[in-house]
């Protein structure tokens, strides 16, 4: 079987990596295109995923996410013609891949965690064969997309399937000059452009702020150049020059912070506690998390308190680790499984 796989954004390296790798190791051909946005091609080379860079971000704005996909998904549609033919496509949430996949009538799969991005599974859920999403996300809230009958549903997060092979290497204590006696922090930002104006602003400012004033071992993971160079002026924290090993350095940290996610949810299969800073509509697997408390919602500065964390005893979270090979089972249901 030849496979075509998709990766528009950071996280999704993170997902297809072990599924790539499975696929290989079963005697599939992988063939990976992959958009120059965030950390995505970054992570490729990190990872060693061979891959084809078509594309970049083209903005916020609807009327450019509009004119990205349809650049895109033509600049991928002329990519496969001349590198396939192809048995299946695989996207995470790339509406790219999936206009693609249907033009050239190639079946395909997509798969995604968060439920309210509406514009974005409407495209999706209706063009795609199979649509994979975690059982805490109640089918009903995918209805409007057209998805349920073609729901392949898998049990825990996503994260514990995609780190199931993981062990955190220490090597990213040195590399970013870090004490393990000492408490770390690690905060990633919000998906907006511009931090400067939030200091002190809002809540995710103000706890910015208190760590920057408190002195202590602060890693910051800005999304975009203009965030590291206004979190550069602002002086205090630790910015890594580039793609690092973000687990390790999530496993080893006491506390994570995040407006984003995924990350949020690999603290929360690491063990690490975590306070999740997302000020829009919550999904299902956010709510699931807070409701058990693995998760914390970040309502008051004041909650944020900087500690060294117990390791391995209660309070630092059992992992949960999850065999991929399912996950990748879903995936292939538009071609009859694996």
């Known amino acids: 079987?030849?496979?075509?796989?998709?990766?528009?954004?950071?996280?999704?390296?993170?997902?297809?990596?072990?599924?790539?790798?499975?696929?290989?190791?079963?005697?599939?051909?992988?063939?990976?295109?992959?958009?120059?946005?965030?950390?995505?091609?970054?992570?490729?080379?990190?990872?060693?995923?061979?891959?084809?860079a078509i594309g970049h971000h083209r903005g916020e704005k609807l009327s450019a996410k509009a004119a990205g996909l349809a650049q895109r998904s033509g600049a991928l549609v002329r990519w496969a013609r001349r590198n396939g033919p192809f048995d299946l496509a695989l996207g995470h949430g790339s509406n790219d891949v999936t206009v693609a996949a249907a033009l050239l009538r190639i079946p395909c799969a997509t798969t995604f965690d968060y439920e309210w991005a509406t514009v974005q599974h409407t495209v999706n859920c209706r063009l795609a064969q199979a649509v994979v999403v975690p059982e805490a996300i109640p089918p009903e809230r995918l209805a409007r997309y057209g998805a349920v009958p073609k729901?392949?549903?898998?049990?825990?997060?996503?994260?514990?399937?995609?780190?199931?092979?993981?062990?955190?290497?220490?090597a990213i204590l040195d590399e970013l000059g870090l004490d393990d006696a000492e408490p770390i922090v690690v905060v990633r930002t919000p998906p907006e452009v511009s931090l400067y104006h939030r200091f002190e602003a809002d809540r995710f400012g103000a706890v910015l702020t208190q760590l920057r004033d408190g002195g202590g071992q602060t890693v910051v993971l800005p999304r975009t150049p203009a965030q590291r160079e206004q979190l550069r002026e602002a002086g205090g924290f630790i910015l890594p020059e580039r793609a690092i090993d973000a687990q390790?350095?999530?496993?080893?940290?006491?506390?994570m912070i995040s407006a984003g996610g995924t990350m949020n949810r690999e603290a929360v299969a690491l063990g690490t506690p975590v306070f999740t800073s997302f000020e829009g509509r919550l999904g299902a697997v956010d709510e699931?998390?807070?409701a058990a408390g693995r998760l914390r919602r970040l309502t008051d500065p004041a909650e944020v308190v900087v500690a060294k964390r117990p390791r391995g005893e209660e309070g630092a979270g059992e992992r949960v680790r999850r065999d991929p090979r399912a996950f990748a089972r879903l995936l292939a249901a538009p071609v009859g499984g694996l």
């Open 1 to 52: 079987m030849r496979v075509w796989i998709d990766l528009t954004n950071s996280p999704h390296v993170l997902v297809m990596r072990p599924i790539i790798e499975l696929l290989r190791a079963d005697g599939h051909e992988v063939r990976v295109t992959a958009r120059d946005f965030a950390q995505t091609l970054q992570l490729c080379a990190r990872f060693q995923i061979d891959h084809t």
């Open 151 to 170: 729901l392949g549903r898998y049990a825990g997060l996503k994260e514990e399937y995609y780190l199931a092979d993981f062990e955190p290497d220490p």
């Open 248 to 255: 390790s350095l999530i496993a080893y940290a006491d506390l």
């Open 288 to 290: 699931q998390l807070i």
